[in-house]
């Protein structure tokens, strides 16, 4: 079995505040991949950044970072200076497995205050 | 590139009445999914498709749910009869190459179902 736990269900922050967004995940599988997904009030899912097992090399794109630690069974993204528009529900999701199931956590959501 | 489409956007109907969503991926997608989203939750994965055939459909139920992708390509979603804890968004999903855990999915707009 996998699980996707995101434990903050929601964050307010105002406008500039850093803010990091918790991912702990579960898996028996050696070989899986990790993905970060925005929903914003529109409600279409975009894709943010993918990371796969072997690579536990943090990645910083703009003001978003992400801190994977196998260690501790984490993918954690930060928003630096953070904006109104990015003001959205955040999703974590795992795939793994023979037929690389599909888990998506049940998500953050931002309000980013002006 | 054109997105994924999903047709129709909204849909309200009584209970026990059927019910059908329409996703065409993006071209060349071999991967589809269909995702139920309960307000409030994140998706939940209901069936993947590589081309034509069925990967996963562990969390279908199959009792009322069915689902097809004929050609390998666009995809319909059935649910006959619907109930009311079926009022979700329906959410479709591609992804490209045979590799598809690697792949990131790209989204459709959703279907919203409101069942009363």
């Known amino acids: 079995a996998q699980k996707v736990t995101q434990a903050q269900t929601e964050i307010s922050v105002v406008e500039k505040e850093d803010v990091t967004l918790d991912c702990v995940y579960e898996t028996r599988d050696t070989t899986y991949y990790l993905f970060w997904y925005k929903q914003p009030p529109s409600g279409e899912l975009v894709f943010l950044i993918r990371?796969?097992?072997?690579?536990?090399q943090n990645e910083i794109s703009g003001r978003y970072s992400w801190n994977f630690q196998k260690s501790t069974s984490s993918f954690n993204f930060t928003i630096t200076a953070s904006q109104v528009v990015d003001s959205a529900v955040y999703f974590c999701?795992?795939?793994?497995?023979?037929?690389?199931?599909?888990?998506f956590g049940i998500g953050t959501k931002l309000q980013v205050i002006p | 590139e054109a997105g994924v489409a999903q047709s129709p956007r909204y849909k309200i109907i009584e209970k026990r009445q059927s019910v059908a969503f329409w996703c065409n991926p993006i071209?060349?997608?071999?991967?589809l999914y269909w995702y139920q989203q309960i307000l409030g939750q994140g998706p939940k994965l209901l069936i993947q498709f590589q081309n034509n055939g069925v990967v996963d459909d562990s969390q279908l139920p199959k009792d009322r749910f069915s689902a097809e992708r004929l050609k390998g390509v666009d995809s319909t979603l059935k649910i006959q009869p619907a109930k009311l804890e079926d009022s979700a968004v329906y959410l479709c999903?591609?992804?490209?190459?045979?590799?598809?855990?690697?792949?990131?999915?790209?989204f459709g707009p959703g279907t919203r179902l409101t069942v009363l």
């Open positions: 999903a591609s992804s490209s190459q045979l590799d598809y855990s690697y792949n990131e999915q790209f």
């Open positions: 071209s060349g997608h071999a991967t």
């Open positions: 999701a795992l795939t793994s497995g023979g037929y690389q199931k599909v888990t």
């Open positions: 990371r796969n097992s072997f690579d536990e």
